[in-house]
């Protein structure tokens, strides 16, 4: 399946850091490597992390990388 993530961050209000974040998680980089990027702190992409999973009702990376790419829940 294709992303589309502008749509994605449209559908559930995410800002363009957000969207970043979104981006970085999806092509399997971690919170560090997304920071580093950005040239922001680990704990900046943490708290935009946090702020994903309440607007999109996640909150494991596993779950909003499904969801991101419109596949279903992952089963624990």
């Given at each position: 399946r294709?992303?589309?993530l502008d749509g994605f961050a449209s559908?559930?209000?995410l800002?363009?850091?957000?969207?970043r974040a979104?981006?970085?998680i999806v092509d399997g980089k971690s919170l560090g490597q997304i920071a580093e990027e950005a040239a922001?702190?680990?704990e900046t992409i943490r708290s935009q992390l946090k702020s994903i999973?309440?607007?999109t009702g996640v909150n494991?990376?596993?779950d909003l990388m499904r969801l991101a790419c419109g596949l279903g829940p992952a089963e624990d």
């Open positions: 294709t992303l589309d559908l559930h209000g800002t363009a850091a957000e969207r979104v981006a970085g922001l702190s680990r999973y309440a607007k494991r990376q596993v």
